[in-house]
């Protein structure tokens, strides 16, 4: 089982921030993350904390906000086949090899605002180039700005993107939201108005989607998508017996964090009911 999200990150241009998304990313157990809205303009921006950890590879943001990007836990048999990126930093495609399996991912910022046709031409443009290959192993996530159905939005007056609906009926991309949840859950909400404009799409990989769950967080004003996909032909990923990469040991960074972390964690002990619960949350 992996657990694959996306996330419009509001901004990650600092260490503090990317040391928050480190700790939701393990303590959601988050394998994968497609993210945008960085506003990173370097790749020097990347600091330890997150990279210690992580590989994160961007498309850089070319204005003062912007910018997608994709993380993968180091932890796994990843290797990255090749990667896409659009000139406008909004789309980026990676395939991938996990384990034995190839797999397809497609992180998506499309524009936002009042000016559908500019969504509309870059759904019908840009995103279906993105998609001219085969489809059979990718998930699509993103921040989409749109709805395609009425009920994704709390507001009786919100356009639906009948562009976006058209192009994810004829190639049968299925929104896994609805293959395991009945209800509504807004993933962006201001001034009491809500909506699901982050979504995931998969195609036969649908089949193989456990779970999908929206997780609201401190560190954006969106809440993060996660999807579990029990992804076939890998290793089982999930609550095993744990052993541990030691050759983290040897890193200076991780080893001088671990130290300064493990006094404040000793210091909270007081703050739980018993020690049973204080060694399992922390």
């Given amino acids: 089982m992996y657990n694959i999200a996306s996330l419009n990150i509001n901004g990650l241009n600092?260490?503090?921030?990317?040391?928050?998304?480190?700790?939701?990313?393990?303590?959601?157990?988050?394998?994968?993350?497609?993210?945008?809205?960085?506003?990173?303009?370097?790749?020097?921006?990347?600091?330890?904390?997150?990279?210690?950890?992580?590989?994160v590879h961007l498309n850089l943001s070319i204005a003062h906000k912007g910018g997608t990007g994709i993380i993968i836990d180091k932890s796994l048999d990843v290797t990255v086949r090749n990667c896409e990126k659009s000139a406008d930093a909004r789309l980026m495609s990676m395939n991938i090899k996990i384990y034995n399996k190839q797999l397809h991912l497609i992180n998506v910022y499309a524009p936002?605002?009042?000016?559908?046709?500019?969504?509309?031409?870059?759904?019908?443009?840009?995103?279906?180039?993105?998609?001219?290959?085969?489809?059979?192993?990718?998930?699509?996530?993103?921040?989409?700005?749109?709805?395609?159905?009425?009920?994704?939005?709390?507001?009786?007056?919100t356009h639906v993107c009948k562009t976006l609906l058209c192009i994810n009926r004829d190639l049968a991309l299925k929104d896994v939201w609805w293959l395991k949840n009945r209800t509504i859950e807004y993933t962006f909400v201001r001034n009491d108005y809500g909506s699901r404009i982050d979504r995931m799409y998969t195609k036969n990989l649908s089949n193989y989607v456990k779970d999908v769950k929206v997780?609201?967080?401190?560190?954006?004003?969106?809440?993060?998508?996660?999807?579990?996909?029990?992804?076939?032909?890998?290793?089982?990923?999930?609550?095993?017996?744990?052993?541990?990469?030691?050759?983290?040991?040897?890193?200076?960074?991780?080893?001088?964090?671990?130290?300064?972390?493990?006094?404040?964690?000793?210091?909270?002990?007081?703050?739980?009911?018993?020690?049973?619960?204080?060694?399992?949350?922390?």
């Avoid at 009042?114 to 998930?139: A, H, Q, W």
């Avoid at 998508?225 to 290793?235: A, C, E, M, S």
């Fill in 112 to 157: 936002s605002g009042s000016n559908n046709k500019d969504r509309d031409d870059f759904f019908k443009n840009d995103l279906t180039y993105y998609f001219r290959n085969n489809l059979d192993n990718s998930i699509i996530g993103g921040d989409f700005n749109c709805i395609t159905s009425p009920r994704d939005s709390s507001s009786n007056y």
């Fill in 215 to 282: 997780k609201h967080t401190n560190i954006s004003d969106h809440s993060c998508v996660i999807v579990d996909i029990d992804i076939p032909n890998t290793p089982k990923n999930g609550p095993y017996y744990w052993k541990m990469n030691t050759s983290l040991l040897e890193n200076k960074n991780i080893k001088k964090d671990f130290i300064l972390e493990w006094v404040n964690i000793k210091n909270s002990i007081s703050k739980y009911e018993n020690i049973n619960i204080w060694w399992e949350l922390c």
């Fill in 14 to 55: 600092n260490k503090f921030k990317q040391k928050a998304l480190v700790n939701f990313l393990k303590f959601n157990k988050i394998d994968i993350l497609l993210f945008q809205e960085h506003n990173i303009r370097s790749e020097n921006c990347i600091s330890t904390e997150l990279s210690d950890y992580y590989s």
